[in-house]
């Protein structure tokens, strides 16, 4: 698992790659939450490249986006492959969190 | 006035009854007289909160206050708010008339353990006595390791106790179907559970749920998952509205963002009706005799604990003779072999053939046999948990 960051004006994109499960939850939790600054406006999360995601991992894309709404930062998925989108589909968090089908998408509503 | 009774002086276990109902002593003695002769449990009774207060200030031994709700001077809510002021080493168990949902809901939320409803059903008592000590020794054994300050590795085994302890292990027997379940514990998380509730008219509860960590506190958090949806699933007769109150009940204190994946559905052996509502969770399969499966549909749910105020849709399905109701949690289909491949819902699926379906414990034993098989050497991150409901052939 690794975090990749790039920040597109405000707006900042962190893509995450390969499997998030509960070995390595705590991991993804530090590399995401230190990516994210103080000046940041909007938060898009690029998950074309990661593989799985378990329960543990999606606490923390949970608990991301509870600290970002409190202080009115957005934050969005974009690019799921398909075993990612069922995760998100089954335990209902595409409900919760905006999903686009693609980083543009994802950046133009963000912008 | 308390009583001190048994001729035991050092019985393992000490609870205290409190209620105002006079002939409940003799009656409790009577029936637990096996239990007080072989010095297990010792019996301390009182008559109200107030009563029960001196016990438990006088005795500091006591293992399981057994409390009535409307009692005289001080009522069994008040005297669960007090408890912790005298003991905090101690579980508390409310008695309560049947489907009294409000009160209940009070009690769990102000630390209640569990419940037994009215009249008591001395069998069911004895189950709920048994595993809250269970659950008790756990507990004491999780504090005595925190103090210690212990290794990590074992504080998660101490979770996996706690897990073990509040999950039933023995199941209802009911006309027209039988219920079984299961659970292999990956070696050092524990995050499943699952549960099988009595419910009136011959209904029967079945929930199977999946919390988001790991650890002691993901174990805290499944106890309370656990007893709110017991105390939800006895008042409310909907699954969606049992799931909407349990979450709404979790989101009142959850700043870790953990959350529970749920299951949870109704059975009515005289219809062979499965009303459910699924939070979040991997959808159960229904396998019928010739080997063919599908999956329950989902109902527009989310995990419980996520945001509060969310509704939970529901749905119902009519099943047949002789199916099988596979729930289970996603530890099953996402076990991993040395070969990095998933076990997957179809080789679950593939697990039936054409003819008899097996019986619930031959089902779910199967099941978590072929994918301990699959997996092998492979390291597993997950528990599997997998729970069955078959209906009884023609």
């Not at chain 2, 709920?128 to 103090?147: G, K, M, N, P, V």
């Not at chain 2, 073990?164 to 050092?188: T, W």
Request: aromatic share 6%; net charge negative.
């Amino acid at each position: 698992m690794n975090v990749q960051v790039d920040h597109h004006d405000k707006v900042l994109v962190a893509r995450v790659e390969g499997r998030v499960d509960s070995s390595n939850s705590q991991d993804f939790e530090r590399q995401l939450q230190g990516a994210i600054g103080e000046d940041v406006q909007a938060v898009v999360v690029d998950l074309g490249q990661l593989a799985y995601i378990s329960s543990a991992g999606l606490r923390v894309v949970l608990l991301v986006a509870k600290t970002l709404g409190q202080r009115n930062v957005s934050i969005s998925l974009c690019a799921l492959s398909h075993p990612v989108q069922s995760v998100f589909e089954i335990s209902g968090f595409n409900r919760i969190i905006q999903i686009y089908d693609t980083q543009a998408d994802a950046l133009a509503a963000a912008g | 006035m308390a009583v001190q009774v048994g001729d035991r002086d050092n019985p393992d276990y000490k609870i205290l009854v409190v209620d105002d109902e006079p002939d409940l002593e003799r009656l409790v003695r009577q029936r637990m007289r096996r239990h007080i002769r072989r010095g297990k449990y010792g019996f301390e009774f009182a008559g109200n909160g107030v009563e029960a207060l001196q016990v438990l200030t006088e005795k500091k031994d006591i293992d399981i206050v057994l409390s009535d709700i409307n009692m005289p001077k001080m009522d069994g809510l008040t005297l669960l708010q007090q408890i912790p002021e005298v003991n905090s080493d101690l579980r508390s168990v409310i008695v309560s008339a049947y489907g009294d949902m409000e009160n209940i809901r009070t009690a769990m939320n102000r630390g209640a353990f569990d419940f037994v409803t009215k009249p008591i059903d001395f069998t069911d008592l004895e189950v709920t006595i048994e595993r809250t000590l269970r659950h008790l020794d756990e507990w004491r054994a999780a504090l005595a390791s925190r103090d210690k300050l212990v290794a990590i590795q074992n504080e998660l085994a101490v979770a996996t106790k706690i897990q073990q302890s509040i999950l039933p292990d023995k199941f209802p027997h009911v006309d027209g179907c039988e219920v079984y379940g299961c659970m292999h514990a990956a070696r050092n998380v524990g995050g499943d559970f699952f549960d099988v509730i009595n419910l009136a008219a011959g209904r029967i509860g079945l929930a199977v749920a999946d919390v988001s960590d790991k650890g002691v506190p993901a174990a805290l958090f499944m106890m309370s998952s656990r007893t709110l949806l017991k105390g939800a699933a006895v008042g409310v007769e909907d699954p969606g509205a049992v799931l909407r109150e349990v979450n709404d009940l979790l989101n009142e204190t959850n700043d870790a963002a953990m959350f529970v994946t749920v299951f949870y559905g109704v059975y009515d052996p005289s219809t062979r009706v499965l009303t459910f509502s699924n939070g979040g969770h991997n959808p159960p399969l229904v396998v019928h005799p010739d080997g063919s499966s599908e999956e329950l549909e989902l109902t527009g749910g989310l995990a419980l604990g996520a945001i509060p105020g969310f509704e939970y849709g529901q749905a119902s399905v009519r099943l047949s003779p002789g199916d099988l109701v596979v729930f289970f949690t996603d530890g099953v289909t996402e076990a991993i072999n040395v070969a990095n491949e998933e076990f997957g819902l179809e080789s679950l699926q593939g697990l039936f053939g054409d003819g008899r379906t097996p019986t619930a414990r031959e089902a779910a034993e199967m099941i978590l046999q072929a994918v301990q098989d699959f997996a092998g050497e492979a390291p597993q991150f997950d528990d599997l948990t997998c729970m069955t409901l078959r209906v009884a052939d023609e």
